[in-house]
């Protein structure tokens, strides 16, 4: 076993609760406060999952509390309709950040007077170089950065400037406003970092109120500082950030100090988790929007049938280290299946029909056998299944002429109908294409139930559906995004989409216990997978997603790993 496997929801141990341990018992903290601050800017993804775990969990798991925030800096990308998902998506996920709910957005009129206090201190300047000046004189990782000729101003002039950015006196780049810091700093952020912008942009949520928005840089640590933030979690590209966030919070009265802990982004195989690549899939119509179920969205995964606390034992799994990697997507998977082998009711569908009629079962007869809900849970209890003389079975379950390993049905051969009874075929009826459409078949009564008295044995057990009973279904079947498993690393993955990522199935047929299904609720189709009702589905046409298959391809790795 890896040590990934032994890592639960509850006993997680990684770098940062190790911190959190030391950080309590040495007395940096009395208690615990965490955030997830998403960019309203798009919905989530299972990445952010990963942060939306570890920031919640640890919280729980030290008495602490978890804001939410919104960092709602940027009003150009920013809507209500992502702020709005952002909430439903967490609290589906199974956090709650009770009355902590933030804005960076709320903090303008704070962080704007930090502005000036850095200004009266001769540690910010208004700036006029033009964006593209001001990135010729950053310098290179290499080389120094040069001063900005605006950069020795006095307090006076930058005050009565950055007054009038606010005032809206303005155009948009004309001016911004900068930390004075170093520009030979060996680190690029703290060579003189913009502070604020000039944006004739609405916000979603201060109106016309700003026309100067600050960066994410300047208000993010300050965010952390006023809601008295104690472990500010994020991912490593940070890292070289947090120089900045500790320059501001030194030189700033704010009211908390924060500390930052980096750990790495969560990347996974045959898929993108980046916001700005998942619009370009919705946009440009390769998938039917932000939830279809092909996508990594929290949204997309829902709709895909993935319960939430398998999302959750996945974060668990993979953990919080240091080092970049790529996750298999069929871990994900495992947990899925893992998780609704033990809650979903089996059902039987056959998604590609074959029918088949049982020439001594008498016409016009119908029987329900009983059939168990759920084997791994005894308290699902059982239900009725409607057998009669025509049924349904699925095509790939017989061949004509079968090779040696194929110990399906086939002429001549005696196979057993899953809760039903022994069944022989006889004769295959074929079109004028000289395609299979029927199988002529017998079945034995005395093995009513699935078992013979006499003790012979078959080799197989086929799911099937009775043709009269049956409802007539869609199906939709899901491969992976991307067919190359590292694409989402790729400077530009959709060369890699994978063509047959969705396949349509218009002629299934389901046993009528399904006629109750409900939209998101899990049930296993027998031998098939782990499927659910998709919201396309009308009163009279059900659709069903499947979420996983029922092969495990990472039990596969896993014994490949182990040699
Ligand atoms: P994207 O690259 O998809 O646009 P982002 O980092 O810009 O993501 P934010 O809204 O800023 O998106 O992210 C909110 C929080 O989620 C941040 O703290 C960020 O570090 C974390 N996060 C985003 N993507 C991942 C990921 N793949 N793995 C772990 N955490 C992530
Ligand atoms: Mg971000």
Known sequence: MSDADTITEEGARDFIRDGIRDDLAG?????????????????????????????????????????????????????????????????????????????????????YDWAEHLVRASKAYVDDLSADEIRAHRGTLIEPGTDSPYRERSVEENLDLLRRMRAGEFKEGERVLRAKIDMASGNINLRDPVMYRILHSPHPRTGDAWCIYPTYDFAHGQSDAIEHVTHSLCTLEFAD?????????EN????????????????????????????????????????DPRMPTLQGLRRRGYPPAAIRDFAGRVGITKSDNVVEMALLEHCARELLNKTAERRMAVLDPLKVVIENYPEGQVEELEAVNNPEDESAGRRRVPFSRELYIEREDFMEDPPKKFFRLAPGREVRLRYAYF?????VVKNDAGEVV????????????????????????????????????????????????????EANPLE????????????????????????????????????????????????????????????????????
């Open 423 to 427: 069944l022989t075929c006889n004769e």
């Open 438 to 489: 029927e199988l002529r078949c017998s079945y034995d009564l005395a093995t009513r139930g699935g078992n013979a008295p006499d003790g012979r044995k078959v080799k197989a057990t086929l799911h099937w559906v009775s043709a009269a009973k049956a409802l007539s279904a869609e199906v939709r079947l899901y491969d992976h995004l991307l067919s190359a498993p590292e694409a989402g690393l």
């Open 496 to 563: 890699h989409l994978n063509p047959d990522s969705l396949k349509v199935l218009t002629d299934c047929r389901l046993e009528p216990n399904l006629a109750d299904a409900e939209a998101g609720g899990a049930v296993q189709f027998e031998r098939l997978g782990y499927f659910c009702l998709d919201p396309d589905a009308t009163p009279d046409r059900p659709v069903f997603n499947r979420t996983v298959a029922l092969r495990d391809t990472w039990a596969k790795i896993q014994a490949k790993g182990k040699g």
């Open 252 to 291: 700033l009265p704010v009211p908390a100090r924060p500390h930052q802990y980096e750990f790495s982004r969560l990347n996974l195989t045959h898929t993108v988790l980046s916001k700005r690549r998942l619009i370009e899939l919705v946009e440009q119509g390769h998938v039917r929007g932000w939830d």
């Open 27 to 111: 007395g940096r903290v009395d208690g615990v406060v965490t955030r997830f601050p998403p960019e309203p800017n798009g919905y989530l993804h299972i990445g952010h999952a990963k942060s939306v775990c570890l920031n919640f969990g640890v919280a729980q798991e030290f008495g602490g509390r978890c804001h939410l925030r919104m960092d709602d800096t940027n009003p150009v990308k920013e809507e209500h309709e992502y702020i709005e998902s952002i909430k439903k998506d967490v609290r589906w996920l199974g956090y709650d950040w009770g009355e902590h709910l933030y804005f960076a957005s709320d903090y303008f009129e704070q962080l």
């Open 241 to 249: 950030h947090r120089p900045l966030y500790d320059w501001f919070v």
